[in-house]
């Protein structure tokens, strides 16, 4: 049983991620799933589009992984990370941890998903109708 | 020596990567390849921040570079 | 499309959550599941066995549900407690949110599950080899 | 006028229901059921808490009770 699991992948399917995350010693799974909003800034989003540096995003999602598994006492973690073009609700991202107490796994997925926006080298473009704009390019 | 282009980079250079020559000058360090870039695109100045990695790791500017390493221009990253 | 989804059911499928708490204006979709563990102090757990006093239950899980979305800005919130008997590794509950942006869901999140430890009249039995035990009746 | 019993409670009195019939004296409030319960069954007063939903809303012990009510006994609850 992989403690770890760290993937980027095509598409993203829920429906798996508690079984995945699942553990015989875990009282509690914490899962956070991003999704494509319809509308930024008032503006209407009709998809996102997420590139990678694969073999760097890999590294870096596992080492975001690894440290949280120092921080806490986590039983499982998960980080996968979808690229291509995805549309409104669809899944782009999803982290989680299972631990025996619940602080453990709600502390971890927080820092997981805050860490990977700020360091794994994954780019957004969002499409609007009449124009497309890189996520963060500019200040 | 090349240097790989992401997401606005690629934007700004029109290609997913920028190859020197042999006959080129090779920029020596992080810190060089980042003021030849900024001083051939000048676009790369307005970006909220501009890193570097050197064989998929994030380098600070004075980690010098050879020809066979792996080299990225990362721009501001916007996962999740 | 319901807001809220407060149910107490026989069998909790983690599956659909994710589907039944995404929404075109959620960016972010936090879900906490509790599940059996195999041990409580060192001692192996079988079973545990939940009952409920049920229209009380649901009225103060709908109490819980509808203080979060007053406290948080959330598109959905689900809040779904299992009774009867339960293994090792089998979900107990099930509490989430969706939300423009990721710390309203996680935080709303944990206090669904804090709150709902707290309030709901829902009482858990360990079923260890030779005993068991009402969890917290006594001091 | 019945009461409702769950949980803990259920195993300290041996069943899942009391009932007062018209000659018994009825528990005016709360608090008065409380006493009585905790007068007849001792262990009641080694819980960690004991609390009583009449019409199935928490209720502090001023409150009266008439037979009509729908009461129960909440021993610490342990959901989740």
């Known amino acids: 049983m992989e403690k770890l699991t760290i993937e980027i992948v095509d598409h993203i399917d829920s429906a798996n991620v508690y079984s995945e995350l699942s553990h015989p010693q875990s009282g509690g799974i914490c899962v956070f799933v991003g999704a494509v909003r319809e509308f930024t800034n008032n503006e209407e989003v009709v998809a996102l589009e997420f590139e990678t540096y694969k073999n760097m995003a890999l ?11 120092e921080k806490w006492e986590l039983n499982k973690v ?15 991202v999803v982290v989680g941890a299972s631990s025996a107490h619940r602080t453990a796994c709600f502390e971890a997925s927080r820092f997981l998903i805050d860490t990977l926006k700020e360091k794994v080298p ?4 969002e499409i609007f109708k009449n ?8 200040p | 020596m090349e240097v ?12 997913s990567e920028i190859r020197f020559s042999e006959t080129d000058e090779l920029p020596g360090s992080v810190g060089d ?23 998929s790791e994030y380098a600070t500017d004075a980690v010098f570079l050879t020809k066979d390493d792996e080299i990225a221009i990362i721009p501001p990253v916007s996962g999740g």
Do not use: C, Q
């Open chain 1, 78 to 92: 998960l980080i996968r990370h979808a690229v291509g073009a995805k549309k409104v609700e669809e899944p782009v």
């Open chain 2, 4 to 15: 790989l282009l992401f997401g606005i980079a690629k934007d700004i250079v029109g290609k």
């Open chain 1, 131 to 138: 124009k497309s704009v890189w996520v963060s390019a500019h």
């Open chain 1, 122 to 125: 994954i780019w957004k473009k």
């Open chain 2, 33 to 55: 390849l980042k003021r030849l870039l900024t001083a051939s695109y000048p676009e790369f100045g307005k970006l909220s921040s501009l890193a570097v990695a050197v064989n």
């Open chain 1, 59 to 69: 590294k870096e999602m596992e080492k975001i992984a690894l440290e949280a598994m």
